[in-house]
């Protein structure tokens, strides 16, 4: 064998071992399918570097996997509170069909669409098999809505290292390894609802990870904020007597998260502020969304009464910065299928930075608030 034959091999190799550390245990589960897509299993390294599995709905188009070559963009979309990750990669996938249709460049080829399902015990029997009660795979699962704020794991019951911000770290690590993926040009982290509050708390306490690809965080009407400071602006009404709206998650004190756990006590507020504040986020605001749901919590309503005032009032309060965006919807409300599809959501999803230019559309919509828009009329 030739020199230049031995170095083909060499990296055809390191680039097929690469490739199998992402792939996980084959868990037998009924999750519902979604067009376009293939149930994917998907290797999470625990605290030990042991192996642990992440079901997730991931681009498969035609009935086969991309060609990673050509992918140009990653796009990952966070469920909401009933881990319906089906149902959010038919949204995510209808709107790339939307997109394909204005610029047939964006397409099915060169987007890679996954949408994790974070399960919890009420999944037992449909995302994980049990014994006796208890998950006997490898399968990651949280209890309750503990994966929105980064809790660690209940299942593997032998392997409770996990936090759902954690499998996030991992997920962007894969999609921005040049061996997997030599062309990606941007990552999305997007979701709606309590993705939405997944997606904001994840990038104020999400690790530097120094990757090589940019990565937009989008967010579209979440019912609470991590406050990035102890100045409320609402102490009446159901916000009364409130002791606990500054604790996690919708302030960063009793911060009770493995997760960065060192990094958060000992810098605070400030300290998760300035890492949020290095982030690029892009608000999306449905106008006629004035619902709540607060998990029984008081401290939602120490921000607002619902997600508008709570919106408003984190948009006064912590200004974007010139690399995020604010888009509103008229005449949308609570509707992640919409809030994906329209213009503003195309553009945040799918055309900004599409070639790697650092382009992005201004915002869409009227101002709302003073300081509210990066680009202003």
């Known amino acids: 064998?030739?020199?230049?034959?031995?170095?083909?091999?060499?990296?055809?190799?390191?680039?097929?071992?690469?490739?199998?550390?992402?792939?996980?245990?084959?868990?037998?589960?009924?999750?519902?399918?979604?067009?376009?897509?293939?149930?994917?299993?998907?290797?999470?390294?625990?605290?030990?570097?042991?192996?642990?599995?992440?079901?997730?709905?991931?681009?498969?188009?035609?009935?086969?996997?991309?060609?990673?070559?050509?992918?140009?963009?990653?796009?990952?979309?966070?469920?909401?509170?009933n881990r319906d990750s089906n149902n959010y990669f038919t949204n995510i996938h209808d709107a790339l069909k939307a997109a394909t249709a204005l610029d047939p460049t964006v397409n099915e080829n060169t987007v890679a669409l996954m949408a994790p399902c974070f399960t919890n015990q009420a999944d037992a029997g449909r995302g994980y098999p049990t014994r006796n009660g208890v998950s006997n795979t490898s399968v990651l699962a949280w209890q309750g809505t503990g994966w929105y704020e980064g809790y660690t794991n209940i299942y593997p019951a032998a392997q409770k290292s996990v936090s759902s911000f954690d499998a996030m770290d991992q997920i962007l690590q894969y999609f921005d390894d040049i061996l997997q993926y030599p062309n990606m040009k941007q990552i999305v982290v997007a979701g709606h609802s309590m993705g939405a509050q997944m997606v904001l708390r994840y990038a104020a306490v999400g690790k530097v990870l120094l990757l090589r690809t940019p990565v937009v965080y989008w967010s579209g009407n979440p019912s609470s904020f991590v406050w990035l400071n102890n100045n409320r602006p609402v102490s009446t009404g159901q916000a009364a007597g409130c002791t606990t709206g500054d604790e996690w998650s919708t302030g960063v004190g009793n911060y009770t998260v493995d997760y960065e756990a060192?990094?958060?006590?000992?810098?605070?507020?400030?300290?998760?502020?300035?890492?949020?504040?290095?982030?690029?986020?892009?608000?999306?605001?449905?106008?006629?969304?004035?619902?709540?749901?607060?998990?029984?919590?008081?401290?939602?309503?120490?921000?607002?009464?619902?997600?508008?005032?709570?919106?408003?009032?984190?948009?006064?309060?912590?200004?974007?910065?010139?690399?995020?965006?604010?888009?509103?919807?008229?005449?949308?409300?609570?509707?992640?299928?919409?809030?994906?599809?329209?213009?503003?959501?195309?553009?945040?999803?799918?055309?900004?930075?599409?070639?790697g230019n650092r382009s992005h559309h201004a915002d869409f919509g009227a101002r709302q608030v003073p300081g509210d828009d990066p680009f202003p009329a």
């Not at 570097?49 to 992918?71: C, D, E």
């Not at 009032?313 to 919807?329: A, E």
């Open 1 to 81: 064998m030739n020199s230049l034959s031995f170095l083909f091999a060499a990296i055809l190799y390191v680039a097929i071992v690469l490739g199998q550390q992402y792939a996980g245990e084959t868990i037998p589960n009924s999750l519902p399918s979604a067009a376009g897509a293939e149930k994917a299993f998907f290797n999470i390294l625990d605290s030990s570097g042991q192996r642990t599995t992440l079901i997730n709905h991931f681009s498969f188009p035609g009935g086969a996997r991309q060609n990673k070559t050509m992918v140009q963009r990653a796009v990952i979309i966070l469920h909401g509170a």
């Open 262 to 355: 060192a990094f958060v006590r000992s810098l605070g507020a400030a300290g998760v502020k300035a890492r949020y504040d290095a982030r690029n986020v892009a608000y999306g605001r449905g106008l006629n969304d004035h619902g709540d749901y607060s998990e029984g919590k008081c401290g939602p309503y120490t921000e607002g009464a619902d997600r508008g005032e709570r919106f408003y009032n984190f948009m006064r309060q912590f200004p974007p910065n010139s690399g995020d965006t604010v888009d509103y919807y008229a005449g949308v409300g609570h509707d992640a299928a919409r809030m994906t599809a329209q213009t503003p959501g195309l553009y945040r999803l799918f055309f900004d930075n599409f070639n």
